[in-house]
């Protein structure tokens, strides 16, 4: 099981938009890539998508760029993953006929298990773990 760097962009994205909220000035995606480390090129495909599932909503003009839909507490990172992946966990193998009943329970479980661990988290509390200072250690 892999994670994609397309769903770990699309959390840096939400996760940039988020801290900004609730500022009514949108962020352009060359700030947000910036911020974030993601390329922009790539940026935008992913903001697309995300728009596309009514996470974050985009202003056209000079002074345009992207925003919110919702706020940082209504989203979680389920519904990032989903937005860009369909599925927070995919094992397409749960169509496989060969697959014994068994283990597409166990996968079945542990899909599950993931889904709800992610829709648990939502971007107000990595917001929050964003903002909490880091402990320093003296010597």
């Keep these: 099981m ?8 699309a959390c840096r994205a939400v996760e940039a938009l ?10 352009r995606i060359e700030e947000i890539a ?3 480390a ?20 985009s202003q ?7 925003l919110l839909a919702k706020t940082p507490d209504s989203i979680t990172v389920g519904d990032v993953l989903r937005a860009v992946q369909g599925d927070v966990l995919e094992f397409p193998f749960l169509r496989e006929p060969k697959c014994p009943e ?10 599950s298990a993931a889904e709800e661990a992610a829709d648990e988290i939502t971007f107000e509390q990595i917001c929050a773990e964003a903002n909490r200072p880091s402990s320093m250690y003296y010597i």
Aim: proline share 5%; hydrophobic share 35%; aromatic share 6%.
């Design 60 to 66: 056209r003009g000079k002074a345009g760029g992207y």
């Design 102 to 111: 068994e283990i597409k329970r166990v996968w079945r479980r542990i899909q």
């Design 34 to 36: 910036s911020e974030k």
């Design 18 to 27: 988020a801290l900004h909220h609730p500022d009514t000035r949108p962020l």
């Design 2 to 9: 892999k994670a994609s760097i397309k769903s770990d962009y």
């Design 38 to 57: 993601i390329p922009a090129n790539y940026l935008v495909q992913i903001l697309i998508e995300l728009k596309s599932k009514g996470l974050i909503r």
